[in-house]
């Protein structure tokens, strides 16, 4: 079964930098894009970054300029590099698979990240 594992989440002051991985544990076929997504505390969870297979990506508006959404296709994982971290990025941050053959959808267990003042 195919399973996302979530890794690299942690506690960093303002201004820091986290980098989060997402690796597909198992074959997934026919992958159109990756994402990630996160959810703070009383918020409903939010798109962060898209990548397609192309490569192309996109970015909610708060993230701009600070995160980088990539992935390594031959190691079935997607990243995204944070940076200039701030109070407001602390949530629970989600990694998601589509794939439109079926079509699937996979999540990550989710990561927390938290920054302090």
């Known amino acids: 079964q195919v399973q996302l594992v979530e890794s690299g989440g942690g506690l960093v002051q303002t201004g820091g930098s986290l980098r989060l991985s997402c690796a597909a544990r198992g074959s997934i076929y026919g992958i159109d894009s990756m994402r990630w997504y996160r959810q703070a505390p009383g918020k409903q969870r939010e798109l962060v970054a898209h990548i397609h297979i192309t490569g192309t990506t996109n970015y909610a508006d708060f993230v701009k300029g600070r995160f980088v959404i990539s992935r390594d296709t031959a190691k079935n994982t997607v990243y995204l590099q944070m940076g200039s971290l701030k109070p407001e990025d602390t949530a629970v941050y989600y990694c998601?698979?589509?794939?439109?053959?079926?079509?699937?959808?996979?999540w990550g267990q989710g990561t927390q990240v938290t920054v302090s003042a």
């Open positions: 998601n698979v589509w794939a439109p053959i079926g079509p699937k959808e996979y």
